[in-house]
């Protein structure tokens, strides 16, 4: 018989049986359904901005507990207040569980600013409002200089800052401090923080207050209400427009005001703004003394360059007779192509001179004569024979066009009966109405002129252009007659009907 294990009796041998995942998810409903959504609280701890994934974890807290938050991804890029360290919020989600370690957190929807965190608010829109009037540029910003022979200092007189800040000129170049005292902390302080800026721009004018090179602005750390003054317009603008460079030594290396956005230079405290403004002696001691060291090897190495340089060259220039040598070769070389070219040229001009004594002989001379003078013969009979020809067809072409210009001149048609009638000025006339009263006409038959006046009379219609007279109701209107020219009758028994 099989041994049997028997389940102890005892309290709540009864009771459900659950897993661990059964549990957590029963827990997780059990909150979401519980609660729903709630107006929660509490000041951001440990926020560290969006994880790799997206999403954002951080814890809310107040004095005596403590909740995890989570807010997604999604609800993350659509928030209009972003998470920070140290900012009071009301976040509006639901509470839920995670059961991968069994601890309850909220679910953030919707942040808010609450206390702390509408300061953060006002600061965040005050941030944005000045950066668009570009007060924080880079652009805008000064250099420090190297050497100021006098730092302004704004702070206060009795704090721990103003001797950090002279124990951090202890062992520099020798510099004039000029303080300004100022609330750094409080009601008024941001207003004397801006008219210490102010003032320390104006000073050179008077004797005994010189003007300074640099101006540095501190004050030790503290929390946001501590060191709001220094988040004031105010104070932001008369930052911005100081003609002298500024370092601001705000709060710690973690904290971070406006004014520290706006200045030329921003030191994680105010010995390091000291340490920043003038150098060390020390240090520049073992600067200018690199230096030197470093020019005279510098120095040293180019002396030593040069002479190589030089002894390069000198080794490579040639020796005097090298450089006479070749010209000479050359001279001689010449020399003796001149004397051959010499003696070449005269046998030349020798064959030339035979040669032309050879064609001066008088009988090739004679001959050449003859020949010349029958091609000239031969040439004198063909140019008259051409010149005969041309005038005779020039001539032919002359009388061609003589009659031609007989029968279209104009006194072959005056023959036939017609006249010309031309003006004082000896323009010819073709109307009636061009010509005026008294004017003299010349008036040229076929065999001779005849001078005449225009009388007062009236235009006729001619060539189908008709003109009307102009209408005079005291003179008489005259109509002369009108000639008619009879047409002869030429031997081929037509008639002429026109001019031409």
């Not at 609660?35 to 790799?52: D, M, N, Q, T, V």
């Not at 000129?169 to 102010?198: C, D, M, N, Y």
């Not at 010995?271 to 002696?281: L, M, Q, R, S």
């Not at 008294?438 to 005849?450: K, M, S």
Request: charged content about 25%; glycine content about 8%; hydrophobic content about 40%.
């Amino acid at each position: 018989m099989a041994d049997t294990q028997t389940k102890p009796a005892g309290k709540g041998a009864n009771a459900a049986e659950f897993t661990v995942s059964e549990l957590s998810g029963a827990i997780k409903r059990a909150l979401e359904d519980g609660f729903g959504y709630i107006r929660l609280r509490g000041e951001i701890s440990g926020y560290r901005g969006p994880h790799a994934s997206g999403h954002c974890y951080f814890t809310l807290k107040d004095q005596r507990a403590r909740i995890d938050a989570v807010i997604w991804r999604g609800v993350f890029s659509r928030l209009r207040i972003k998470p920070e360290e140290g900012m009071e919020v009301i976040a509006t989600g639901k509470v839920s569980s995670y059961p991968g370690s069994s601890k309850y957190q909220i679910v953030v929807d919707a942040l808010e600013p609450a206390g702390l965190g509408a300061m953060m608010a006002e600061l965040e829109e005050r941030k944005k409002r000045l950066t668009a009037e570009g007060l924080f540029d880079e652009a805008r910003k000064k250099s420090i200089p190297f050497l100021p022979t006098t730092v302004g200092v704004i702070t206060s007189p009795t704090g721990a800052v103003i001797r950090d800040i002279l124990a951090g000129f202890t062992e520099r170049f020798p510099t004039h401090v000029l303080l300004w005292p100022a609330k750094v902390q409080g009601e008024g302080s941001a207003q004397q923080i801006a008219r210490a800026i102010q003032g320390m721009n104006a000073l050179g004018t008077q004797k005994g207050f010189p003007k300074p090179d640099i101006i540095i602005v501190a004050r030790g750390g503290g929390s946001l209400e501590d060191l709001w003054s220094f988040n004031d317009e105010a104070v932001v603008r008369a930052a911005a427009q100081s003609n002298i460079p500024l370092i601001a030594a705000v709060g710690h290396e973690t904290d971070w005001t406006l004014i520290d956005l706006v200045a030329d230079a921003r030191a994680p405290t105010p010995t390091k703004a000291a340490e920043w403004t003038v150098p060390k002696y020390a240090d520049l001691i073992a600067d200018l003394a690199d230096r030197q060291a470093r020019l005279r090897v510098a120095i040293r190495r180019r002396l030593e360059g040069e002479r190589t340089h030089l002894k390069a060259a000198a080794r490579g220039l040639p020796r005097l007779d090298d450089l006479v040598t070749l010209p000479r070769q050359r001279f001689d070389m010449l020399e003796r192509r001149l004397a051959q070219a010499l003696d070449a040229n005269t046998r030349a001009l020798h064959t030339r001179a035979t040669r032309a004594s050879s064609r001066l002989n008088p009988t090739n001379l004679r001959q050449r004569v003859a020949h010349a003078s029958q091609r000239l013969n031969t040439s004198a009979s063909r140019l008259d024979h051409a010149l005969k020809s041309s005038i005779v067809t020039q001539r032919k072409a002359l009388n061609a066009n003589g009659k031609l210009l007989h029968s279209l001149g104009y006194r072959n048609v005056l023959g036939r009966g017609y006249a010309i009638v031309r003006d004082q000025n000896g323009a010819m006339v073709r109307l009636a109405n061009n010509v005026a009263i008294g004017t003299r006409l010349d008036i040229e038959f076929a065999d001779g002129h005849l001078a005449a006046s225009a009388d007062e009379g009236t235009a006729g219609t001619a060539a189908g252009n008709t003109t009307n007279p102009p209408k005079n109701d005291t003179a008489p209107t005259a109509r002369p007659a009108k000639k008619r020219t009879k047409a002869t009758k030429t031997k081929g028994g037509g008639s002429q009907g026109s001019l031409f």
